[in-house]
């Protein structure tokens, strides 16, 4: 069955709605024989997106003319909207009561600009007068999602959905699909051995207490004697075999640097090639952890691009931010000027959740060009140490924290996990919860 959607209003920004249809009919929830086009009279069935509502007696989508039609942000928010037991938003100028999705032959917002704002990350983009976080990108705490509570939700996916049920009806939602990834920011904690001195001095400067010295002293011995492996080694657990559910399987590598965030081990180390074969070993995928400032710097990423080629014997085709530091104005050209093919940098440092307001893969749009880019993005939903941090702020076990937000998301979109080897320091307690629930999740997957 096709879908036109039927414009007969001139508005300046036309390209934005035709990159909702492109991505509308790219969605894997999207069954084959659902298609949709714009302005095709030979369509099965047409809906009329336009401001008028007397258009046509066929169906109609009232157009907004927020996003479509200007670049700046509105006073905006997010109204939530019944069909068939579940709640969906809208993205309005103008605050709601709930009320039906549809109404006679009308949908009661205009879907398509809600979904545009959302995956086009609009109002990070245009955020020249908002404050920033240390990553480069809008607070947190100001995205539209996250002021409505509604980031632990795909609110886009489930927009996708309701559409597709109003013309297929005994549409059933698929189950979600997972894909696992590692950021390599360390090698080891305790190596070279010098490396404890400096952990008893940090300790007592963030006044961490006599029994986190202990802790650290008594692993160190151990591992002088052979008894454990150092904190951070946790690759050959970390790594999971090719036996499970994934869809895909990631580890990012860093090879280079300019500032005391980054070169935190040399790409020349010979314990490198070893996790990088043993990774391969187990069906991993390679990708680039550009430094802090390769996002910004194309010289600099294409440095680190050439030593990770060399490194791998691969030509790099993905990529995930170090500090998960994307830059609107020029990452993302960056990604395209160097040939990447999928970045995965858009997610919450501080929450889970769907900043993008979808889980699967898409393309990102290029407001410079009114085009999308060449590149897909792979958003990021669920991170360890972004876990760490709610579970912390908001007083929640770490286990129950994720369980319980892998547990709503069952059914109808794609969750992206990224668990650091790091993470699961047996000197800390949330790196000994973190591995608890880590082994549960590998045993999970086992197929």
Same mark, same amino acid.
């Given at each position: 069955?096709?879908?036109?959607?039927?414009?007969?209003?001139?508005?300046?920004?036309?390209?934005?709605?035709?990159?909702?249809?492109?991505?509308l009919n790219r969605h894997p929830l999207v069954p084959g024989e659902l298609t949709f086009s714009l302005d095709d009279e030979s369509a099965d069935r047409q809906i009329n997106y336009s401001t008028d509502p007397k258009?046509?007696?066929?169906?109609l989508i009232p157009a907004q003319h927020l996003f479509f039609s200007r670049t700046a942000i509105p006073s905006l928010c997010c109204n939530p909207y019944e069909w068939r037991g579940q709640t969906i938003y809208s993205?309005?100028?103008?605050?709601?009561?709930?009320?039906?999705?549809?109404?006679?032959?009308?949908?009661?917002?205009?879907?398509?600009?809600?979904?545009?704002?959302?995956?086009?990350?609009?109002?990070?983009?245009?955020?020249?007068?908002?404050?920033?976080?240390?990553?480069?990108?809008?607070?947190?705490?100001?995205?539209?999602?996250?002021?409505?509570?509604?980031?632990?939700?795909?609110?886009?996916?489930?927009?996708?959905?309701?559409?597709?049920?109003?013309?297929?009806?005994?549409?059933?939602?698929?189950?979600?699909?997972?894909?696992?990834?590692?950021?390599?920011?360390?090698?080891?904690?305790?190596?070279?051995?010098?490396?404890?001195?400096?952990?008893?001095?940090?300790?007592?400067?963030?006044?961490?207490?006599?029994?986190?010295?202990?802790?650290?002293?008594?692993?160190?011995?151990?591992?002088?004697?052979?008894?454990?492996?150092?904190?951070?080694?946790?690759?050959?657990?970390?790594?999971?075999?090719?036996?499970?559910?994934?869809?895909?399987?990631?580890?990012?590598?860093?090879?280079?640097?300019?500032?005391?965030?980054?070169?935190?081990?040399?790409?020349?180390?010979?314990?490198?090639?070893?996790?990088? @074969?043993?990774?391969?070993?187990?069906?991993?995928?390679?990708?680039?952890?550009?430094?802090?400032?390769?996002?910004? @710097?194309?010289?600099?990423?294409?440095?680190?691009?050439?030593?990770?080629?060399?490194?791998?014997?691969?030509?790099?085709?993905?990529?995930?931010?170090?500090?998960?530091?994307?830059?609107?104005?020029?990452?993302?050209?960056?990604?395209?000027?160097?040939?990447?093919?999928?970045?995965?940098?858009?997610?919450?440092?501080?929450?889970?959740?769907?900043?993008?307001?979808?889980?699967?893969?898409?393309?990102?749009?290029?407001?410079?060009?009114?085009?999308?880019?060449?590149?897909?993005?792979?958003?990021?939903?669920?991170?360890?140490?972004?876990?760490?941090?709610?579970?912390?702020?908001?007083?929640? @076990?770490?286990?129950?924290?994720?369980?319980?937000?892998?547990?709503?998301?069952?059914?109808?979109?794609?969750?992206?996990?990224?668990?650091?080897?790091?993470?699961?320091?047996?000197?800390?307690?949330?790196?000994?919860?973190?591995?608890?629930?880590?082994?549960?999740?590998?045993?999970?997957?086992?197929?």
């Amino acid at each position: 069955m096709n879908i036109n959607i039927r414009t007969r209003e001139q508005f300046p920004f036309r390209a934005r709605l035709a990159y909702v249809v492109r991505f509308l009919n790219r969605h894997p929830l999207v069954p084959g024989e659902l298609t949709f086009s714009l302005d095709d009279e030979s369509a099965d069935r047409q809906i009329n997106y336009s401001t008028d509502p007397k258009a046509s007696s066929d169906m109609l989508i009232p157009a907004q003319h927020l996003f479509f039609s200007r670049t700046a942000i509105p006073s905006l928010c997010c109204n939530p909207y019944e069909w068939r037991g579940q709640t969906i938003y809208s993205v309005e100028d103008s605050e709601k009561n709930l009320s039906p999705f549809t109404k006679e032959q009308s949908i009661q917002f205009d879907i398509f600009e809600a979904i545009f704002y959302h995956i086009s990350r609009y109002e990070e983009y245009f955020n020249d007068d908002q404050p920033l976080n240390q990553a480069g990108w809008l607070r947190e705490d100001l995205h539209l999602l996250v002021r409505n509570n509604l980031e632990k939700s795909p609110v886009v996916d489930q927009l996708v959905i309701a559409l597709i049920r109003l013309f297929l009806e005994n549409y059933r939602i698929p189950p979600t699909t997972y894909s696992l990834s590692h950021d390599l920011d360390f090698l080891f904690r305790f190596k070279p051995h010098y490396r404890i001195l400096k952990s008893i001095i940090g300790n007592i400067y963030h006044q961490r207490g006599w029994q986190k010295i202990k802790k650290d002293l008594f692993h160190w011995s151990q591992m002088i004697s052979g008894k454990v492996k150092d904190p951070y080694d946790t690759f050959d657990w970390l790594f999971l075999d090719g036996s499970n559910t994934l869809a895909s399987k990631h580890l990012y590598i860093m090879t280079g640097g300019n500032t005391p965030y980054d070169n935190q081990y040399a790409p020349s180390h010979p314990y490198l090639k070893q996790i990088i @074969d043993l990774a391969i070993s187990r069906g991993y995928q390679l990708g680039l952890h550009p430094s802090y400032n390769a996002g910004l @710097d194309e010289q600099l990423f294409l440095r680190e691009k050439t030593v990770f080629e060399n490194l791998t014997n691969r030509s790099l085709k993905t990529s995930r931010q170090h500090w998960l530091r994307f830059q609107w104005q020029h990452t993302p050209t960056i990604l395209t000027k160097l040939g990447l093919a999928r970045d995965s940098s858009i997610g919450y440092s501080r929450r889970l959740g769907f900043r993008c307001g979808t889980g699967f893969p898409y393309y990102l749009y290029d407001f410079k060009k009114e085009d999308e880019f060449e590149w897909q993005e792979l958003p990021l939903v669920l991170m360890d140490s972004a876990a760490i941090h709610e579970a912390m702020a908001e007083g929640m @076990d770490l286990a129950t924290l994720i369980t319980g937000f892998l547990e709503r998301n069952r059914v109808g979109t794609h969750v992206e996990l990224n668990f650091h080897n790091s993470n699961f320091d047996p000197t800390i307690v949330q790196g000994i919860a973190l591995a608890d629930y880590y082994e549960k999740f590998r045993q999970s997957l086992v197929s």
